[in-house]
């Protein structure tokens, strides 16, 4: 008797669980030959409004988190990662259509990305604040903090899981929450990103993760009142100049267009970062 195959069902992760979409859509996952591949959630602008809320509800207790805490369950996803490298090695060759060497050197650059991350939770502030050389009696401090939650759309184009990583990474190392819109031709990494997210000490509403249309979900993300900024990393083949304009409606911080997969840099994790200056008075005595 011939067994049947279980396929699997890729859903969104919202809040730290993994609701259909609540419109009921989905779309079909396609090979790079046209074979289907799997059922993917559509995710609405109804899921996008969820998950800026999942989002703004965790954002105090992640960034309230200590640095090195936050350095820990980062390097945990890593560890987790390293577990199921296959696993994405076998997603990333049929989504992309890669070899399996090509998909392996991409899984491992994206486990290196979150272990190079992780070092920096608890050493970005360091570099990027500063004494501030100042006249008059007083100590002038700057130290960055988190700005808040951040809206994303991942790289587009081959380079799925590292690609999201690129972005994800870098924005929840200093206490941001996010809600990331995946590759929309090849989202499968995504949602099993999001499995390991789940079970890696990751609280549930730090990390949201939509398939589904970039250009559907961009403009209500762009123009969400909750949201503090926007990178558009992977956004180059749409208006993006609109999604600025709606982002400076409310005052948004925006990262433009990137080609490709951005590389692991400290100005990424400053860019979703708010100085806050203080000033006090020296002692006379």
Do not use: C
Not at 171 to 177: E, K, Q, R, V, Y
């Amino acid at each position: 008797m011939t067994r049947l195959a279980v396929p699997k069902t890729y859903k969104l992760y919202i809040g730290g669980k993994f609701p259909r979409s609540e419109s009921g859509r989905t779309y079909e996952v396609v090979s790079t030959k046209g074979d289907f591949l799997a059922n993917a959630s559509l995710a609405s602008r109804k899921d996008a409004r969820d998950a800026v809320v999942a989002a703004r509800a965790a954002f105090s207790g992640w960034a309230g988190a200590t640095a090195y805490n936050r350095g820990q369950v980062l390097y945990r996803i890593a560890e987790i990662l390293e577990g199921r490298r296959e696993q994405f090695v076998d997603e990333v060759v049929a989504t992309e259509g890669a070899s399996r060497a090509a998909a392996a050197k991409q899984i491992d650059a994206a486990i290196d990305a979150w272990v190079w991350y992780a070092g920096w939770a608890d050493k970005y502030v360091q570099a990027a604040g500063n004494g501030n050389p100042v006249s008059g009696p007083y100590f002038n401090l700057s130290t960055p903090e988190p700005t808040g939650v951040v809206a994303i759309i991942a790289p587009q184009s081959a380079g799925s899981l590292a690609g999201l990583v690129s972005v994800i990474a870098p924005a929840i190392l200093s206490g941001n929450t996010v809600v990331v819109v995946a590759s929309e031709r090849a989202p499968l990494s995504a949602i099993s990103l999001a499995e390991v997210l789940a079970t890696s000490d990751v609280p549930g509403g730090v990390v949201n993760v939509l398939t589904g249309s970039p250009a559907e979900l961009a403009p209500w993300l762009a123009s969400h009142a909750d949201v503090n900024a926007l990178d558009l990393t992977g956004a180059g083949d749409l208006e993006w100049v609109d999604l600025q304009i709606a982002a400076a409606d409310t005052l948004k911080r925006v990262v433009p267009p990137h080609p490709g997969i951005p590389a692991p840099t400290l100005d990424r994790i400053v860019a979703f970062t708010e100085t806050k200056t203080v000033w006090h008075t020296k002692s006379l005595l």
